[in-house]
């Protein structure tokens, strides 16, 4: 069949991540192909068709998605809100949009520093991936590992932490919650060798470990990626994550 004759959704790239990080001004960018335009909090999703270029020269950069002279693959753009009292826009987005290929996980590492927003930027990642983990781990038909880019956004301005440690404060972070959301289950005194699946399904990562880090997603082929940007200025850009995304269209 050729591609003409046959319907066929275009894959879909999910833009998460809490209020303020700069998911909105990141959709403008790739959109615009310039400089983003201003932005106010999102109280709903907003989904855009953009091209990436898988032509060698120019497919590592957004600034080419439109050029339609050379091949290039089609996909939707989601953005999502992010204020807490809408997440359940933002994660049913992630439960039922059709072929979600990604999800970019916006985070401001200009304020992550600060326990106010590294807190509850933690908690809402822990959500999401353990929702995709327990994706991951499905018997039915959804069953897929979405892989998860951190994007690292505002490293123009000088209180951004750089991706190693965005990578490192999320994962002290994201093991405190796990061990806060377990503690049931480890004040019960049962041994971990002791508890049931549904106990194991609702820990993330490696069972029983006491760190959690982003390469413990890996056993549920969840590659997971921190890389650092910035959306207002041409460096570092965006470029990079917009490579990360045109791979896996
Ligand atoms: P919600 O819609 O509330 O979920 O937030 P959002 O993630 O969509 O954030 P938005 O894109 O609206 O950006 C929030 C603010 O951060 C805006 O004032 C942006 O101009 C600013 N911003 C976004 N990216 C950058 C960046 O790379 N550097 C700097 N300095 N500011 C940025
Ligand atoms: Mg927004």
């Given at each position: 069949l050729s591609s003409s004759s046959t319907y066929t959704v275009p894959p879909s790239v999910l833009l998460l991540g809490p209020d303020n990080a700069g998911k909105t001004a990141l959709l403008t960018l790739f959109e615009r192909g310039t400089k983003p335009s201003s932005t106010h909090t999102s109280q709903v999703s907003h989904s855009i068709e953009l091209n990436a270029s898988t032509d060698s020269v120019t497919k590592a950069s957004f600034r080419n998605h439109d050029d339609s002279t050379g091949t290039h693959t089609k996909f939707f753009l989601v953005d999502t809100p992010g204020h807490g009292k809408l997440r359940n826009v933002a994660m049913g987005k992630l439960a039922r949009t059709e072929k979600t290929k990604a999800v970019v996980f916006v985070v401001d590492a200009a304020a992550l520093g600060e326990q106010e927003t590294i807190a509850p930027t933690a908690?809402?990642?822990?959500?999401?991936?353990?929702?995709?983990?327990?994706?991951?781990?499905?018997?039915?038909?959804?069953?897929?590992?979405?892989?998860?880019?951190?994007?690292?956004?505002?490293?123009?301005?000088?209180?951004?932490?750089?991706?190693?440690?965005?990578?490192?404060?999320?994962?002290?972070?994201?093991?405190?919650?796990?061990?806060?959301?377990?503690?049931?289950?480890?004040?019960?005194?049962?041994?971990?060798?002791?508890?049931?699946?549904?106990?194991?399904?609702?820990?993330?990562?490696?069972?029983?470990?006491?760190?959690?880090?982003?390469?413990q997603m890996g056993e549920f082929d969840i590659d997971v990626e921190v890389l650092a940007g910035s959306v207002l200025t041409e460096e570092p850009g965006a470029d990079k994550w917009w490579w990360w995304i045109a791979q896996r269209i």
């Open positions: 908690a809402y990642l822990y959500d999401v991936l353990l929702f995709l983990q327990k994706k991951a781990t499905s018997k039915g038909k959804d069953k897929a590992s979405i892989p998860v880019l951190i994007a690292a956004n505002k490293m123009d301005l000088f209180t951004a932490l750089p991706a190693t440690m965005v990578k490192t404060h999320l994962e002290v972070e994201l093991t405190r919650i796990r061990a806060s959301r377990s503690k049931g289950l480890l004040d019960s005194g049962v041994g971990i060798d002791d508890v049931g699946s549904e106990e194991q399904d609702g820990w993330l990562g490696e069972y029983g470990s006491e760190k959690f880090t982003f390469q």
